[in-house]
């Protein structure tokens, strides 16, 4: 039973991660148990375990839904992932190996390629967990996954402008050759320019 959960947990993650859960939506445990063909136990024990990690509400009574995050929350969220992402970047780069460069260098390519598509959330997300996983600190990676999660579930690249959007995309090749200079330094001023530039989009900036 645990490992029925823990699969409905990484499905229902990647599916919430990629947008086909939007923010707000709500989790049926019996319409979740038949599309995904498992009883409700591990679809329960999947939503907890999803609450825990702050993709999920819980409420009594009306069920489980997609987290919501007011403004403030959001503010709170960039406000860490800027005071930690730079820093796992930088710490991430001279620890990148040949093949994890050309990965990168790869997700960055398509990222430019397929623009405002379907795919872009899932490619943003393997970039940025490819940095955080070469960091090699578990505890900074913990604290990340968290925050780097809460924001994407309320990341939607159709609301970007295109100005906005390129330079997200442009930021993602910079770092890339950043890494390959070997100049963390460089890749963590544009880790901080590439946040600043998204949280301007999703909630207007600073306060």
């Known amino acids: 039973m645990r490992a029925a959960a823990e699969q409905v947990a990484e499905s229902l993650r990647d599916e919430i991660l990629a947008g086909v859960f939007p923010s707000g939506a709500r989790l049926g445990e019996a319409e979740l148990a038949g599309r995904l063909s498992v009883s409700r136990t591990p679809v329960r024990e999947a939503l907890s375990r999803l609450a825990a990690e702050g993709l999920v509400e819980i409420q009594p009574n009306r069920g489980a839904r997609v987290v919501t995050r007011t403004p403030d929350e959001l503010r709170e969220i960039f406000e860490i992932r800027l005071r930690l992402e730079p820093y796992a970047v930088c710490r991430a780069v001279p620890r990148l190996t040949a093949r994890q460069l050309d990965e990168l260098d790869d997700l960055a390519t398509t990222m430019v390629t397929v623009g405002r598509s379907s795919t872009l959330v899932d490619l943003n997300r393997c970039f940025h967990g490819l940095f955080i996983d070469a960091a090699g600190s578990p505890p900074l990676a913990q604290a990340l996954r968290a ?61």
């Open 147 to 207: 925050v780097t999660h809460a924001a994407v579930v309320h990341q939607n690249f159709h609301d970007y402008s295109e100005d906005a959007l390129d330079r997200s995309l442009r930021h993602h090749v910079e770092m890339v050759a950043a890494a390959r200079a070997g100049d963390g330094e460089w890749a963590e001023a544009i880790m901080r320019a590439h946040l600043c530039n998204a949280r301007a989009t999703m909630i207007g900036g600073r306060p």
